[in-house]
């Protein structure tokens, strides 16, 4: 990865500069994958099943989805589907088109309410995870969600580009710092010299692992540390109620948001950001920038939330969750990877060179199997490999099969 000061750089006056040469480095790779048909792919769902069977319209070949964030198979649930549609029939509308933050629809308000029971927390919901975040950070950053002034913003480096996105708005209300990956000491080093400090950081990380809790608990309760996490990979898989990595393992509180979108676990669509003090709702509907512009969440999404809601209600989520769980604990027996036993859906079979991860994703994609590339700046220079991510709707032996052929691809090599 960059250094701490050329990681920083990106965010200040020459980030453009210094992103270009970001893309320049990148961009050969992306277009490598591209060659190979790993990109822009366009699809055909026949069987209805939007994980597990999908079929290349160009070629016709017949593939499974590998890198699909629907971790418990939500997103082709009946129920779910039933909701949309419902919600669309009795609503007359896609959405109202309109400020939520003047008018909002009592179906929308019903899932505030409904998704706040659920996770023991107000929420406010959003178009995406990534629109409530553009809208949130700026106010942590400027000190108004919390006492103390404007807070230093330390940014975990491996946090989620979302949340990095938004670090030049962020360093025109205060000063923006990186830190290496679940660094405690570079963090308490920060909270000791600066009386009102906030981190930033993902709970469980799109590309494997999870932030360390414990020690974050720790700072917040010794130096009133704000926590704003993004923790959209755990949504639904966590919990007894789905509420997540983060959110059960804390006692939300005024100094704590967690932001996660609706659109991976928990099978339908939009974000919602979990409020550690219920006051803020309404600020934040007023000031949060894209969180009350006129575009949320869609009625059809709505609907398909609460149906998704019920079932999370229902002992049909804990079976979901132990196939989930079931599922990552064979795979991390057929392909130990650096955070197998870790209990969460995410995992990356490491190559280190990007093209030959690009090219291993093309045979893979020849025998049947659609596993992303990744590599630099997406993971660290060096770490390119692929990223899989396990789900409940997944046979064993359709798992069983891919780590077989990854095996024999990366044995021949």
């Not at 400027?142 to 670090?167: E, I």
């Not at 308490?188 to 469980?204: M, N, Q, T």
């Amino acid at each position: 990865m960059t250094s701490t000061d050329e990681q920083q750089s990106i965010t200040g006056p020459h980030r453009y500069r210094n992103g270009d040469k970001m893309i320049r480095t990148a961009d050969p790779v992306w277009q490598a994958a591209a060659d190979h048909g790993l990109t822009g792919i366009r699809v055909d769902t026949p069987s209805g099943d939007a994980n597990n069977r999908l079929v290349d319209r160009e070629t016709g070949r017949e593939f499974v989805n590998m890198c699909s964030c629907a971790y418990l198979g939500l997103n082709h649930h009946p129920a779910v589907i039933e909701g949309a549609v419902t919600a669309l029939r009795e609503t007359g509308a896609t959405w109202l088109v309109t400020s939520t933050t003047r008018i909002r629809h009592q179906l929308l308000a019903q899932l505030e309410e409904e998704l706040g029971d659920l996770f023991g927390a107000p929420v406010l919901p959003g178009t995406s995870c990534s629109a409530l975040t553009a809208g949130i950070l700026p106010l942590v950053a400027s000190g108004h969600l919390a006492p103390g002034g404007p807070r230093v913003m330390v940014f975990d480096r491996f946090c989620h580009f979302c949340m990095s996105y938004v670090k030049p708005i962020c360093a025109e209300e205060s000063l923006v710092l990186t830190c290496d990956h679940n660094d405690l000491n570079y963090l308490e080093d920060v909270c000791r010299r600066y009386p009102s400090v906030a981190y930033v950081a993902d709970g469980a990380y799109s590309m494997g692992g999870a932030a360390a809790m414990d020690g974050l608990l720790d700072l917040q309760d010794r130096y009133g540390l704000f926590l704003f996490i993004d923790d959209s990979h755990s949504l639904s898989i966590v919990g007894e109620r789905g509420e997540g990595f983060v959110r059960s393992r804390i006692t939300m509180n005024p100094l704590t948001v967690v932001v996660t979108s609706l659109g991976k676990g928990f099978g339908t669509g939009g974000g919602v950001a979990m409020l550690g003090d219920p006051a803020t709702y309404g600020f934040l509907t007023r000031h949060a920038g894209p969180v009350g512009w006129s575009q949320n969440m869609a009625l059809p999404l709505v609907g398909a939330s609460l149906a998704s809601a019920a079932i999370h209600r229902s002992p049909e989520l804990g079976e979901l969750q132990r196939r989930l769980h079931d599922n990552v604990a064979y795979f991390d027996e057929l392909l130990p990877t650096p955070f197998a036993g870790n209990g969460l859906p995410v995992r990356r079979i490491t190559v280190g060179d990007a093209d030959r991860a690009v090219r291993l994703s093309a045979q893979l994609y020849e025998r049947g199997f659609y596993s992303s590339a990744v590599f630099f700046p997406i993971v660290p220079r060096g770490q390119a490999g692929l990223r899989i991510m396990i789900r409940a709707d997944l046979d064993r032996a359709v798992l069983a099969t891919f780590a077989d052929h990854v095996r024999e691809l990366t044995d021949a090599r």
